[in-house]
């Protein structure tokens, strides 16, 4: 059952991930076409092709490799200053600029000449080149805010799961109590295991987040209001200060203590349903530590590098590949969670994959779609500027002359590439 389950949980996420290729090239595809651009093929994968059928004047399929998709638009790249495709050259960076220029004119038929790509607006290449991640940022939201707010997600909440028996110190790392360690507030207060906390001096409480808030700032008496067997009871505390570890807009920072009020109990954690503004709230912090991660992703290949070929652990926010979320998304269904929870863990694991595809590809730089976007970005201020100052047209930016940059940035993502799939393979990250 256990290796049936780990089938199922690989290939519900390969169907997710296939989804969410079809999902952002279909935007690249919808905009081309709405601002006349021909495309001649829209594929899902890459390699052999294993299905393929023509509709009007484009062909749709999917291909063998399910790590990634593209559509060919006519004329990506301008004519060269000559005003021909196919010039040649010794140089082996102007043979990469004439290959891909050919490329983007491969296929083109007779009427063809307004229907190329970069004759449109900047302004429209902008938005067909944004619309493939956007689909993706879309198709996260979507889903995250589905999650958060239809299943639910594992909290802490402000039900009490354990009672400190008395006052410790948390930088002192230790969790027994010493001759002489006063009694803890809660303790003296006779809060007591499975009691909900629904009100503390008067306000009331639904969060854990703003309870904790409240406990940390206050010092001296308070009441505390407690859901106990169907009852509510009203319990005076004397709070404290101690040394508590800090938190960070909830998270904890690692060795850090602050003075803060104290009351000693800890939290019960459950699956709680989000509202809208929690969930927009989560939304947000997500897009923050995507955005982070995506930052520091240099300087965590180190340690990928010694967890693949040396024998360091694997760090649990390693960067990982499409093999690696797939064991993952294998390993889900094994969880020992409800199946509704199996199920929203999932989902979050595509919806992240999503996120992940906007950050990436909005990077200014070829061959991704943020350095199209930078090019037809450029062209507009240059078209704009020579406009301003009564000059001639300076006529579309030559984004093909960039090529050999963007075969030093592919190579960089294909070696990188390769180190997470090694790393997936050898030491993969685990859940369970």
Same mark, same amino acid.
């Given at each position: 059952m256990t290796t049936l389950m780990t089938v199922l949980g690989i290939v519900v996420f390969v169907i997710g991930l296939l989804f969410s290729i079809a999902w952002h090239e279909l935007g690249h595809l919808s905009t081309a076409k709405l601002f006349g %651009?021909?495309? $001649?093929?829209?594929? %899902?994968?890459?390699?052999?092709?294993?299905?393929?059928?023509?509709?009007?004047?484009?062909?749709?399929?999917?291909? *063998?490799?399910? &790590?990634g998709g593209y559509i060919r638009m006519i004329g990506m790249f301008p004519p060269g200053e000559d005003g021909k495709v196919t010039t040649r050259s010794t140089s082996p960076f102007r043979t990469m600029i004439e290959d891909a220029r050919e490329a983007a004119f491969e296929e083109l038929q007779p009427g063809d000449e307004k229907r190329l790509f970069y004759t449109r607006a900047p302004w429209k290449r902008v938005i067909v080149m944004f619309a493939g991640p956007f689909m993706n940022?879309?198709?996260a939201v979507v889903v995250f805010m589905g999650v958060l707010m239809g299943f639910g997600i594992n909290t802490q909440t402000t039900t009490v799961s354990t009672v400190s028996d008395c006052v410790i110190s948390q930088n002192e790392n230790r969790d027994t109590c010493r001759k002489g360690d006063p009694a803890s507030p809660a303790k003296a207060a006779g809060l007591q295991p499975a009691d909900r906390i629904v009100a503390f001096d008067g306000e009331r409480i639904e969060e854990w987040s703003v309870l904790q808030e409240r406990i940390r700032e206050t010092t001296g008496p308070a009441t505390i209001t407690v859901e106990r067997a169907g009852e509510l009871k009203t319990l005076e505390a004397d709070l404290v200060e101690n040394r508590l570890v800090k938190y960070d807009d909830g998270r904890?920072?690692?060795?850090?203590?602050?003075? *803060?009020? &104290?009351?000693?109990?800890? $939290? *019960?954690?459950?699956?709680?349903?989000?509202?809208f503004g929690q969930s927009v709230d989560r939304m947000g912090d997500m897009l923050t530590n995507g955005v982070e991660a995506l930052i520091a992703l240099p300087s965590k290949i180190p340690a990928l590098w010694d967890a693949t070929f040396g024998d360091a652990e694997r760090e649990p926010d390693s960067p990982m590949g499409v093999v690696g979320a797939a064991r993952v998304g294998g390993e889900v269904f094994n969880l020992d969670i409800p199946p509704q929870q199996q199920v929203a863990t999932m989902l979050f694991l595509v919806a992240g994959f999503n996120l992940s595809l906007f950050l990436f590809n909005m990077l200014p730089l070829l061959p991704l779609d943020g350095g199209h976007i930078a090019g037809a970005l450029w062209e507009s201020v240059r078209r704009h500027t020579a406009r301003l100052f009564r000059r001639p047209d300076p006529g579309p930016f030559d984004v093909a002359k960039l090529m050999p940059v963007a075969y030093v940035v592919a190579g960089i993502f294909i070696c990188f590439t390769l180190l997470v799939l090694m790393a997936d393979l050898v030491n993969p990250v685990r859940i369970s």
């Amino acid at each position: 059952m256990t290796t049936l389950m780990t089938v199922l949980g690989i290939v519900v996420f390969v169907i997710g991930l296939l989804f969410s290729i079809a999902w952002h090239e279909l935007g690249h595809l919808s905009t081309a076409k709405l601002f006349g %651009v021909r495309v $001649p093929q829209y594929m %899902v994968g890459f390699g052999p092709t294993l299905f393929s059928r023509k509709k009007g004047e484009t062909e749709y399929g999917v291909k *063998a490799i399910p &790590f990634g998709g593209y559509i060919r638009m006519i004329g990506m790249f301008p004519p060269g200053e000559d005003g021909k495709v196919t010039t040649r050259s010794t140089s082996p960076f102007r043979t990469m600029i004439e290959d891909a220029r050919e490329a983007a004119f491969e296929e083109l038929q007779p009427g063809d000449e307004k229907r190329l790509f970069y004759t449109r607006a900047p302004w429209k290449r902008v938005i067909v080149m944004f619309a493939g991640p956007f689909m993706n940022l879309v198709l996260a939201v979507v889903v995250f805010m589905g999650v958060l707010m239809g299943f639910g997600i594992n909290t802490q909440t402000t039900t009490v799961s354990t009672v400190s028996d008395c006052v410790i110190s948390q930088n002192e790392n230790r969790d027994t109590c010493r001759k002489g360690d006063p009694a803890s507030p809660a303790k003296a207060a006779g809060l007591q295991p499975a009691d909900r906390i629904v009100a503390f001096d008067g306000e009331r409480i639904e969060e854990w987040s703003v309870l904790q808030e409240r406990i940390r700032e206050t010092t001296g008496p308070a009441t505390i209001t407690v859901e106990r067997a169907g009852e509510l009871k009203t319990l005076e505390a004397d709070l404290v200060e101690n040394r508590l570890v800090k938190y960070d807009d909830g998270r904890v920072i690692q060795d850090e203590y602050v003075t *803060a009020g &104290f009351l000693g109990f800890s $939290p *019960a954690t459950g699956v709680v349903q989000q509202t809208f503004g929690q969930s927009v709230d989560r939304m947000g912090d997500m897009l923050t530590n995507g955005v982070e991660a995506l930052i520091a992703l240099p300087s965590k290949i180190p340690a990928l590098w010694d967890a693949t070929f040396g024998d360091a652990e694997r760090e649990p926010d390693s960067p990982m590949g499409v093999v690696g979320a797939a064991r993952v998304g294998g390993e889900v269904f094994n969880l020992d969670i409800p199946p509704q929870q199996q199920v929203a863990t999932m989902l979050f694991l595509v919806a992240g994959f999503n996120l992940s595809l906007f950050l990436f590809n909005m990077l200014p730089l070829l061959p991704l779609d943020g350095g199209h976007i930078a090019g037809a970005l450029w062209e507009s201020v240059r078209r704009h500027t020579a406009r301003l100052f009564r000059r001639p047209d300076p006529g579309p930016f030559d984004v093909a002359k960039l090529m050999p940059v963007a075969y030093v940035v592919a190579g960089i993502f294909i070696c990188f590439t390769l180190l997470v799939l090694m790393a997936d393979l050898v030491n993969p990250v685990r859940i369970s």
